[in-house]
């Protein structure tokens, strides 16, 4: 029988390719079909986020998650969780098919009245394969996960590639969700081999329930503060502004906060087995932070600094006006990823009500944010979400170096170090643009090349430990993957 220890491996790498091929079979999609599309389509599929996704959160209810925490279970667990979940997405789309009229009278736009009915749709979808997301996650089958992610990604991504080149406009965006929400379903029902029984055990909903009310409540908090921009901006700023900021914001989905998941997928199980050993977790800590800021800033850093020839080269000049949104959604990266680390850590030694308050925290001055910010523009509101991001990192590494008992000194200098060398960088990257202005394709591959060696070079000299913990990391990373190909 295969040890935890090579299945822990196996789901590393195959979590790895997962998170980085998908993302990057949707961002080739998204900037081909970007190029074919207008603002304004984009913009049309914005105003109506923030509904799908409260719908979504809904259906699942935490059941998904309920069943892959749970150790004792068997069919009766799967099978309830199943009708429930497809119970709910019903009653989701009844309202979102009746109260499209009401969305599109908000926006002022008919034509949402079609797109919210039609969208809806992958909420029942996504209802019949939630059981079997939580089959191969608690048999750590990863492989089979990254496989149905990939052709889904690429099958959604020909289809609104198609549609986009054949004139349907923000229905290829439609479609092209809902295309891959098919896939998804079909591979996964494929790959279980698990089939639902006409079976609902009362006794066994209460216990899913009693989990799963914790995270649905979780997560409809955190679908409402993080879309609630989508329907402010789609009612007080033209439709194309709003559609610049969809846009930025998925940039933003597929570097940052994909990255940033990514990586508490792993450290999470990681730093739950060495909780008790306080020596053992801090050091692993301090490593694993080290790595996580020198990657990010880099990363960051050059997200940055070629946002702008990269649009224009990639997105065409129409996209231009995203790029002062790109970037600022970019510099979140810099905070964002090292939040969610620490908050995941603080969650796997349990120390869940320290959690809690870092997250209560951040909602608290993103709601204050918007209130105070919003009469300045979409820019304004972005850069308060971002400041309220920061102070809830330091925050966060304030209460974890308390907690266990980590020196403040080695979360914070290697911070501020980064940031000098992210501005010195910077500097460079801005005499470059100076110099080749109006050539764009040497601009970007100036930026992507001299900038990062320039970078690197400064965090060597400066001993920033990340460059070692990236050298190590490596090397665990592809022995594990060569004995995950041969076992």
Same mark, same amino acid.
């Given at each position: 029988?295969?040890?935890?220890?090579?299945?822990?491996?196996?789901?590393?790498?195959?979590?790895?390719?997962?998170?980085?091929?998908?993302?990057?079979?949707?961002?080739?999609?998204?900037?081909?079909?970007?190029?074919?599309?207008?603002?304004?389509?984009?913009?049309?599929?914005?105003?109506?986020?923030?509904?799908?996704?409260?719908?979504?959160?809904?259906?699942?209810?935490?059941?998904?998650?309920?069943?892959?925490?749970?150790?004792?279970?068997?069919?009766?667990?799967?099978?309830?969780?199943?009708?429930?979940?497809?119970?709910?997405?019903?009653?989701?789309?009844?309202?979102?098919?009746?109260?499209?009229?009401?969305?599109?009278?908000?926006?002022?736009?008919?034509?949402?009245?079609?797109?919210?009915?039609?969208?809806?749709?992958?909420?029942?979808?996504?209802?019949?394969?939630?059981?079997?997301?939580?089959?191969?996650?608690?048999?750590?089958?990863?492989?089979?996960?990254?496989?149905?992610?990939?052709?889904?990604?690429?099958?959604?991504?020909?289809?609104?590639?198609?549609?986009?080149?054949?004139?349907?406009?923000?229905?290829?965006? !439609?479609?092209?969700?809902?295309?891959?929400? !098919?896939?998804?379903?079909?591979?996964?029902?494929?790959?279980?081999?698990?089939?639902?029984?006409?079976?609902?055990?009362?006794?066994?909903?209460?216990?899913?329930?009693?989990?799963?009310?914790?995270?649905?409540?979780?997560?409809?908090?955190?679908?409402?503060?993080?879309?609630?921009?989508?329907?402010?901006? =789609?009612?007080?700023?033209?439709?194309?502004?709003? =559609?610049?900021?969809?846009?930025?914001?998925?940039?933003?989905?597929?570097?940052?906060?994909?990255?940033?998941?990514?990586?508490?997928?792993?450290?999470?199980?990681?730093?739950?087995?060495?909780?008790?050993?306080?020596?053992?977790?801090?050091?692993?800590?301090?490593?694993?932070?080290?790595? %996580?800021?020198?990657?990010?800033? %880099?990363?960051?850093?050059?997200?940055?600094?070629?946002?702008?020839?990269?649009?224009?080269?990639?997105?065409?000049?129409?996209?231009?006006?995203?790029?002062?949104?790109?970037?600022?959604?970019?510099?979140?990266?810099?905070?964002?990823?090292?939040?969610?680390?620490?908050?995941?850590?603080?969650?796997?030694?349990?120390?869940?009500?320290?959690?809690?308050?870092?997250?209560?925290?951040?909602?608290?001055?993103?709601?204050?944010?918007?209130?105070?910010?919003?009469?300045?523009?979409?820019?304004?509101?972005?850069?308060?979400?971002?400041?309220?991001?920061? !102070?809830?990192?330091?925050?966060?590494?304030?209460?974890?170096?308390?907690?266990?008992?980590?020196?403040? *000194?080695?979360?914070?200098?290697?911070?501020?170090?980064?940031?000098?060398?992210?501005?010195?960088?910077?500097?460079?990257?801005?005499?470059?643009?100076?110099?080749?202005?109006?050539?764009?394709?040497?601009?970007?591959?100036?930026?992507?090349?001299?900038?990062?060696?320039?970078?690197?070079? %400064?965090?060597?000299?400066?001993?920033?430990?990340?460059? *070692?913990?990236?050298?190590?990391?490596?090397?665990?990373?592809?022995?594990?993957?060569?004995?995950?190909?041969?076992?």
């Amino acid at each position: 029988m295969e040890g935890l220890r090579q299945k822990t491996t196996k789901g590393i790498f195959w979590s790895f390719l997962d998170y980085f091929g998908v993302y990057l079979v949707k961002f080739a999609f998204t900037i081909v079909i970007a190029r074919t599309l207008s603002p304004d389509d984009y913009g049309l599929m914005g105003m109506i986020v923030i509904f799908i996704a409260i719908g979504q959160t809904l259906m699942q209810s935490g059941f998904s998650m309920a069943l892959i925490q749970k150790r004792e279970h068997n069919e009766e667990d799967f099978f309830t969780a199943f009708w429930f979940n497809i119970l709910v997405a019903v009653i989701v789309y009844l309202i979102l098919f009746f109260g499209a009229g009401a969305i599109a009278g908000f926006f002022g736009r008919e034509i949402l009245v079609a797109i919210t009915r039609v969208a809806a749709t992958g909420i029942i979808i996504n209802s019949l394969c939630s059981v079997q997301v939580a089959i191969l996650t608690k048999r750590m089958d990863f492989r089979k996960l990254t496989w149905i992610h990939l052709l889904s990604a690429l099958i959604s991504g020909i289809t609104g590639l198609l549609m986009a080149l054949k004139g349907y406009e923000v229905w290829a965006l !439609v479609f092209q969700t809902l295309s891959g929400n !098919v896939i998804y379903l079909a591979g996964l029902w494929f790959s279980t081999r698990w089939k639902p029984r006409l079976v609902f055990d009362y006794r066994r909903f209460r216990s899913l329930f009693n989990f799963g009310y914790k995270v649905l409540l979780q997560g409809l908090t955190d679908v409402i503060f993080t879309k609630s921009y989508y329907p402010l901006i =789609g009612k007080f700023f033209p439709v194309s502004q709003l =559609g610049f900021y969809t846009n930025a914001n998925r940039f933003h989905e597929i570097f940052v906060r994909q990255t940033s998941y990514s990586a508490s997928r792993v450290v999470f199980p990681a730093f739950a087995t060495i909780q008790d050993d306080r020596e053992r977790f801090r050091n692993n800590y301090i490593r694993s932070f080290n790595l %996580l800021t020198f990657l990010m800033f %880099l990363g960051s850093l050059i997200l940055i600094i070629t946002s702008r020839p990269f649009i224009s080269v990639a997105l065409t000049a129409k996209w231009l006006p995203s790029v002062p949104f790109m970037q600022l959604f970019f510099i979140d990266g810099f905070f964002l990823p090292l939040l969610i680390f620490n908050i995941n850590t603080l969650y796997s030694t349990g120390r869940g009500g320290a959690s809690l308050r870092i997250d209560i925290l951040r909602k608290a001055l993103i709601l204050i944010s918007i209130i105070v910010l919003f009469r300045y523009g979409i820019e304004a509101l972005i850069a308060g979400q971002v400041f309220s991001t920061m !102070v809830s990192m330091i925050y966060s590494a304030l209460a974890l170096g308390k907690i266990h008992d980590i020196s403040y *000194r080695l979360i914070f200098i290697p911070l501020l170090k980064l940031f000098i060398i992210s501005g010195l960088s910077f500097a460079l990257s801005s005499l470059i643009e100076a110099g080749v202005a109006g050539y764009d394709w040497i601009e970007l591959l100036l930026k992507v090349t001299v900038v990062p060696l320039f970078f690197v070079a %400064l965090a060597w000299l400066t001993g920033i430990h990340g460059i *070692r913990e990236l050298r190590d990391f490596m090397h665990n990373f592809m022995s594990g993957a060569l004995r995950s190909k041969r076992s």
